[in-house]
């Protein structure tokens, strides 16, 4: 009908109906796929810039929907925030982690990303111990992945929830920095351990000065701050090369490994540089 051409009010309605019904629909089936186990994690490796030798895995959540097949985390993460689920799927994917992480040879570490909305939950410190004590993994070989979007609404506790996790002995990684939050403010008020320079900046390495330029920048802030450094979506050689030639630390990405199963991680750190 003439009414829902493109760009008619009906047909934006038209539109907005069938995002909100997709988005009910995922809501519900991701709450069933909670319940009946159906997610997994997958691990992608992080490699040492110093020696090559693989430091640690991040766990980076996977579902594959009986009908629809794999749907990105990009996807349902935002669904699950708003509706709350990412607690439970958070904690669960907390335990996972560790659980695995536990067999692995010990200096390697596990890092787990952590939504906003599971900071200012009350619990998460419980939970990182829970985690903790279940799989009898010690602490340090647990890093938790934060991203800078924590702050957008800092309030007093955002800090002190902060502090109370890394009182437990746990390693805290700025994640996607440089992407979501203008204010270099918080970097004064909490001490992270690791800075993650995202993929966006990686990607225009090697064709933009002006990326380069910030990523060098962004190195030296780090440094000055006495965090460690990670690179991600690093996929070509000459990448690599530029970020060892500005002193970064690590770097994570498909040119080192695309994230794996479980399964497959011991035997990936085994074969690794053989
Ligand atoms: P992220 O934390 O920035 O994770 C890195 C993403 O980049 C992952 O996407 C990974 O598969 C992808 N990646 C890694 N290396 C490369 C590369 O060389 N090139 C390209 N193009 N991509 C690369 P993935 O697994 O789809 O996850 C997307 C986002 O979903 C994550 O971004 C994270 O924000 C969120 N996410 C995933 N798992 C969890 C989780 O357990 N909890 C929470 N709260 N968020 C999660
Ligand atoms: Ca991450
Ligand atoms: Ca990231
Ligand atoms: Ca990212």
């Not at 040879?105 to 990303?113: C, E, G, I």
């Not at 900071?119 to 991203?147: F, K």
């Not at 702050?151 to 390693?171: C, D, K, M, P, S």
């Amino acid at each position: 009908a003439k009414s829902h051409a493109p760009g008619s009010v009906r047909f934006f309605v038209a539109r907005l109906g069938e995002q909100v019904r997709r988005r009910l629909v995922l809501e519900r089936d991701l709450r069933e796929a909670i319940e009946r186990g159906q997610l997994e994690l997958h691990f992608q490796p992080k490699v040492s810039l110093r020696d090559w030798t693989v430091t640690g895995f991040e766990a980076l959540l996977r579902w594959n929907h009986p009908e629809h097949g794999p749907i990105s985390p990009v996807e349902f993460i935002p669904v699950a925030e708003e509706s709350g689920l990412i607690l439970q799927m958070g904690e669960w994917a907390l335990g996972q982690a560790c659980l695995e992480a536990a067999r692995w040879p010990d200096p390697l570490q596990v890092a787990v990303n952590i939504s906003p909305v599971q900071v200012m939950a009350q619990n998460l410190p419980d939970a990182v111990q829970r985690a903790l004590q279940r799989s009898g993994l010690a602490p340090h070989r647990l890093e938790l992945e934060i991203t800078e979007s924590v702050f957008i609404n800092e309030t007093r506790g955002t800090v002190e929830r902060l502090h109370a996790l890394g009182r437990l002995g746990v390693q805290i990684a700025l994640d996607d920095f440089g992407t979501g939050y203008s204010s270099l403010a918080y970097l004064r008020r909490f001490p992270f351990d690791t800075l993650k320079i995202d993929r966006a900046f990686v990607r225009e390495l090697l064709i933009s000065r002006d990326a380069r330029s910030i990523v060098r920048n962004i190195l030296a802030l780090a440094q000055s701050l006495r965090m460690s450094t990670v690179a991600e979506g690093v996929e070509e050689p000459m990448q690599v090369s530029v970020l060892e030639a500005e002193g970064c630390d690590m770097v994570q990405g498909y040119y080192a490994s695309r994230p794996m199963p479980a399964r497959d991680v011991i035997e990936f750190v085994l074969n690794w540089g053989e």
